[in-house]
């Protein structure tokens, strides 16, 4: 029998991880959705979909690739397949938080759940990348960023930004890749904007059997992924979905735009599906815990969260970080954070930066959901090598995924034990090495690195690892 790994079979398929799908009978198209918080994530009791499918349906959402096409450093489009496990190496400044800031984008972006043209999703702690300026490349007018995904309603979603009021990307061109079973049969929604000679901005809508324009007037004036996620998710379409309606306002309009805009309907009303619940990303800033011998407030969250405790002690425990940590109220507006390390209680303050610094990853890996994405910027900073071997086991053997920035030789060398010793997949891990090109160094490369069966690795170009071996052959007395 093959080899589990950390709970499945070497043979079983991965289970995709990131948005979760449930479509229920009964649910009513365009129907207004009930809030809910469940680890801080909001979930809608449905989505647009057939009716003609009533059978329940559960799927998760797994990001699969990326790609960056005049983002700040990446020149032209730079690609990347993401694993259940993926590492950022590189040296310095070479766009792995960049990468990671599209990425914390890009999930917002895909959920089309109640976004929110104020809020620039390219500007967000903890990799908060600023207005478009200094988002697109230099000397670019124009930058684009897709997405691949599985399991879920879609299979890409790609966007073009240009540069928008107040300097807020705007989206200039759209691209939505429907799923279906057979590859070949996958509708594509694309949505453009366009000057006509009048100067007035027109939307072009391009779909499974349609081609038309629509001015944007009759349409929406948010960006297009607000308007699918805001207007089209709850079956509210152009002119109310009605071809007499639009006859009358859109004039002339010739046979040919009717049966376009009847097609246009058809397509939102049986085959478009708006996820259910958003992506479920957990960004980690780099920064760990401001340590403070009295906060003026309870850290962990009021009193109906402290149980939370429970399960934060218990990773402390398996990191071998701390025994427990506990909040003593001392004051009407004093708090403290004892920290149990052998034994003995000590205020945090007066323990290693080792625990502030892994605290928030602590916290939100203790809180949040299955099947949830963590972006981490360098986790093993003030760890020892003892804990960064057991924080890299406690993640891959989670139901969740990683996309990790590190500098450490020993994060990447416990992931190939593990591949080695069969309690992960080689699919299950991936590199993404960030090179800055020689002859041009304002420019990063990806490259994408796997591992076989005995956890070699494979597809690495000569520059990886080209510091360390010669410093290597320096210590060992050799030419370099």
Known sequence: MPPRLFGRRADQPRRPLGLSLH??????????????????????????????????????????????????????????????????????????TTFLGCLHALGRLAGLEDLDDRINWFDRAPFSMGSFDTVARSGSTSFRVSVGLAGGPFNQLAIQFADGAEGCP????????????????????SIVRESSESHTERWRFEGPGFRFRLNQSDVSDVQFTTWLSRTIRYGQLPFDGDVTKFRKRVR????????????????????????????????????GWDPQRLYISNPFGGAGEHLNLDVINETGRELGLFNGIDVRQVGPNAFEVLVDVSGSRHNLTDVGYGVTSLLPFIEAFATAPTNCLFLLQQPEVHVHPSAQAKLVKMMAKSDRAFVIETHSDHVIAWLRILVKEQHLAPSDVGIIYFESLPDDPSATRLHQISLDGRANLRGQPPTYRQFFSRETARLLGLPT
């Open 170 to 189: 705007k989206e200039i061109g759209l691209e939505l890749q429907l799923s279906d079973s057979h590859p070949e049969e996958r509708p594509t929604l």
């Open 252 to 287: 002339p309009a010739t046979n040919e735009d009717l049966v376009a805009f009847g097609k246009f309907v058809n397509f939102f009303r049986h085959d478009f599906r708006a996820p259910e619940t958003p992506l479920r990303i957990t960004p980690v800033s780099l920064r």
């Open 23 to 96: 479509r229920r009978p009964g649910c009513a198209r365009g129907a207004v959705p009930q809030l809910s918080r469940s680890y801080g994530i909001l979930s809608w009791p449905q989505a647009i979909w057939n009716p003609e499918s009533a059978e329940e349906l559960t799927m998760s959402t797994a990001l699969t690739d990326v790609s960056l096409t005049d983002v700040r450093c990446f020149s032209g489009e730079q690609h990347a397949q993401l694993s259940k496990m993926t590492l950022l190496v590189g040296e310095n400044s070479v766009g792995k």
